[in-house]
């Protein structure tokens, strides 16, 4: 049996190598990528452990390639146990640490194709995120001038070209061609996600996994591709159960149970993956404002219609989503197809 225990701490520049054999530090040196990458090849099968950051998932593929036993270990846990200041030598000490604790919890990581996905997704969501940045600038600084956008009036679009060419609103030469090149900017943005939805579009062909998940209530392509990077393409092992799922993505009551008595809170505010969540609760939300104007037509929108009526839109949506989680667990763990039930005569 192997007893040998590396921790890793990974950093831009350089990695802090340390190798713990019998509970004993048999080194703790600083490396760079190159020579890790030789000092893994030349190493006996051992278990490495590091610690999950950037890059960390494309070591944990190294690693694993190249023989030995590859762990992540959350970052959190490693600075709790962390003792006496913080170095590079301390924490590669502290990931060993971690990694010996009973009953600990390791991450999975991603492949290199769930890599690939997440990008694209993280890509999007900053291209999101300026156009909604632009918008809002844009917005403000004619608001400035009591220049103000209505929906009703054909939006901004028709505001900026009104603006430009108005010859006589007393705007000077400098700051319509500023004006012009955010709004320019704006365009590009929205140009460039209806690009990433295309590419997001193409790639589920390539992912079988993916493109099924899109027969779920309220799931589009970018929900089917978050949700098989979340729950690991049906991986055995990412979670034992759908309610883990379910509950590591942040759509179960809090649990603050002590002294016998079980209590359940409110939906926590603090989770891994709060888009995705967003994302889920959104599209459940539409599903749910459909089926209350209209009769049920399957076994689960009667469900749903009910707890509507007993509950709120709100509440769900919430666990509408929950469900969907749930159910795309079992899909993926089972390579199972969606087959909604229908009423009942």
């Known amino acids: 049996m192997n007893n040998t225990i590396v921790g890793v701490d990974l950093s831009k520049n350089c990695i802090q190598v340390c190798v713990v054999k019998q509970n004993k530090v048999?080194?703790?040196?600083?490396?760079?990528?190159?020579?890790?990458?030789?000092?893994?090849?030349?190493?006996?099968?051992?278990?490495?452990?590091?610690?999950?950051?950037?890059?960390?998932?494309?070591?944990?593929?190294?690693?694993?390639r190249l023989g030995h036993d590859a762990r992540l270990v959350s970052a959190k846990l490693v600075a709790k146990i962390r003792q006496n200041q913080k170095t590079d030598r301390n924490d590669a000490l502290a990931v060993v640490q971690a990694s010996q604790l009973v009953n600990t919890r390791f991450i999975n990581g991603k492949s290199f194709s769930q890599q690939e996905l997440q990008s694209l997704i993280r890509i999007r969501e900053l291209a999101v995120k300026q156009?909604?940045?632009?918008?809002?600038?844009?917005?403000?600084?004619?608001?400035?001038?009591?220049?103000?956008?209505?929906?009703?009036?054909?939006?901004?679009?028709?505001?900026?070209?009104q603006v430009l060419e108005d010859a006589e609103n007393g705007f000077c030469l400098q700051f319509r061609q500023g004006l012009q090149r955010a709004w320019g900017s704006y365009l590009s943005t929205v140009e460039a996600i209806a690009d990433y939805d295309k590419l997001l579009g193409s790639t589920m062909e390539?992912?079988?996994?993916c493109e099924k998940l899109t027969a779920l209530e309220g799931v589009s392509v970018i929900n089917a591709v978050n949700l098989c990077?979340?729950?690991?393409?049906?991986?055995?092992?990412?979670?034992?159960?759908?309610?883990?799922?379910?509950?590591?993505?942040?759509?179960?009551?809090i649990q603050h149970s002590t002294g016998g008595k079980t209590r359940l809170g409110s939906i926590g505010k603090k989770v891994k993956n709060s888009s995705l969540r967003s994302?889920?609760?959104?599209?459940?939300?539409?599903?749910?404002?459909?089926?209350?104007?209209?009769?049920?037509?399957?076994?689960?929108?009667?469900?749903?219609k009910q707890l509507i009526e007993r509950r709120g839109k709100r509440?769900?949506?919430?666990?509408?989503?929950?469900?969907?989680?749930?159910?795309?667990?079992?899909?993926?763990?089972?390579?199972?197809?969606?087959?909604?039930?229908?009423?009942?005569g």
Not at 318 to 344: C, D, I, S, W
């Open 26 to 64: 048999i080194s703790n040196r600083e490396m760079s990528s190159a020579q890790f990458t030789s000092w893994l090849a030349k190493t006996k099968p051992a278990t490495v452990v590091f610690e999950a950051c950037s890059t960390s998932n494309y070591w944990k593929q190294t690693a694993t």
């Open 131 to 161: 156009k909604g940045a632009l918008k809002n600038q844009i917005q403000a600084l004619l608001l400035e001038f009591n220049i103000r956008t209505h929906a009703q009036r054909g939006g901004l679009n028709t505001v900026i070209q």
């Open 206 to 209: 390539d992912h079988a996994d």
């Open 229 to 253: 990077i979340q729950l690991g393409c049906g991986e055995a092992g990412v979670f034992r159960t759908s309610q883990d799922a379910s509950a590591c993505i942040g759509l179960t009551p």
């Open 279 to 304: 994302y889920l609760v959104s599209g459940a939300m539409s599903v749910v404002n459909q089926v209350s104007r209209r009769e049920p037509k399957t076994a689960k929108e009667q469900w749903l």
């Open 315 to 344: 509440c769900a949506a919430v666990a509408l989503a929950n469900k969907t989680v749930r159910t795309a667990f079992a899909m993926l763990t089972h390579g199972t197809e969606y087959q909604p039930q229908p009423l009942k």
